[in-house]
Nanobody, 130 residues
Framework: QVQLVETGGGLVQAGGSLRLSCVVS????????MGWYRQAPGKERELVAD???????FYADSVKGRFTISREYAKNTAYLQMSSLQPEDTAVYYC????????????????????????WGQGTQVTVSS
């Protein structure tokens, strides 16, 4: 079993900051990439930030320069530091942990395990007031 638990959401005024955390527990052997997604009411879930096992970050254009993704690999934890928050950042934020289709498999992770390794947290609400 794999479990992702996100914490750190809440209510903040525009211009404020929040830090989200995501801890993965259980079978973590096949983790390669971790990312943060968000879903606002009436909208589709969208990628916010992602970081590969090699540490390369990716950011959506809408959050570049304001959000920073980081990871503590030994703790199977990902963070999302969010600054200069705006009302349009209001959404439920979800953490994702998955294997990579482009990187070598982690030691001990089989191809079968990797092909099924894609897990989500329950989400944490971020609300930014104007």
């Amino acid at each position: 079993q794999v479990q992702l638990v996100e914490t750190g959401g809440g209510l903040v005024q525009a211009g404020g900051s929040l830090r989200l955390s995501c801890v993965v527990s259980g079978d973590t052997i096949c983790i390669s990439d971790m990312g943060w997604y968000r879903q606002a009411p009436g909208k589709e879930r969208e990628l916010v930030a992602d970081m590969t096992s090699g540490g390369s970050p990716f950011y959506a254009d809408s959050v570049k320069g304001r959000f920073t993704i980081s990871r503590e690999y030994a703790k199977n934890t990902a963070y999302l530091q969010m600054s200069s928050l705006q009302p349009e950042d209001t959404a439920v934020y979800y953490c994702n942990a998955r294997s990579s289709s482009t990187q070598p498999l982690p030691p001990g992770c089989s191809w079968f395990q990797a092909s099924n390794y894609d897990y989500w947290g329950q989400g944490t609400q971020v609300t930014v007031s104007s």
